[in-house]
């Protein structure tokens, strides 16, 4: 290593330093929480592609709230026929932590039995429903995964 050298404009410039990757096996752990017969679905928060994190500049711009202007919960056509929840329903999510009103999105691209919503709204606050028992090995929070249920307001 010579210290005197001016580093490359990127990384891994001519070959990459360790090979193309260094990969250890993990045991899959399941998350603390899992449903119940009082929280029947698992919830899972996440982005949108039309909405950044927290939405505090992305939610002012009148562009993108004519694509993506509320907060909703995705939940598959078949739990909602059951729960008679029909597309653009407000909906409560409930969990452990708490109940979040919302929007129904009423779709085929969610699995049987999951819930998802997207954490940029505040009208529908998703991170406060979820759990943040920590990961044993990376030590960060389980928010993406949570038990709940959800009901026609």
């Known amino acids: 290593m010579d210290k005197d050298h001016p580093g490359t404009k990127y990384l891994h ?3 990459f330093s360790r090979g193309k990757g260094k990969f250890h096996p993990v045991s899959f752990k399941p998350p603390v929480e899992t ?8 919830l899972t ?8 994190h927290t939405g505090t500049m992305t939610r002012k711009s009148s562009a993108i709230n ?16 059951k729960l008679a929840i029909h597309d ?13 009103n919302t ?8 699995e049987i039995g999951w819930l998802f919503m997207p954490f940029h709204f505040c009208e529908g606050p998703a991170n406060m429903l979820t759990i943040d028992a920590l990961d044993p090995i990376a030590k960060i ?4 995964a949570c038990a709940a249920a959800i009901r026609k307001v």
């Open 13 to 15: 410039k001519d070959k």
């Open 45 to 52: 928060t996440g982005r949108q592609l039309y909405q950044f």
């Open 88 to 100: 653009g329903d407000k909906v409560e999510v409930i969990s452990v932590r708490g109940k979040v």
């Open 141 to 144: 929070p389980e928010y993406k």
């Open 66 to 81: 004519q694509v993506s202007p509320t907060g909703y919960v995705e939940i598959h056509t078949s739990d909602a026929d």
């Open 35 to 42: 449903e119940s017969d009082k929280y029947p679905f698992v």
């Open 103 to 110: 929007l129904a999105k009423v779709t085929n691209n969610i």
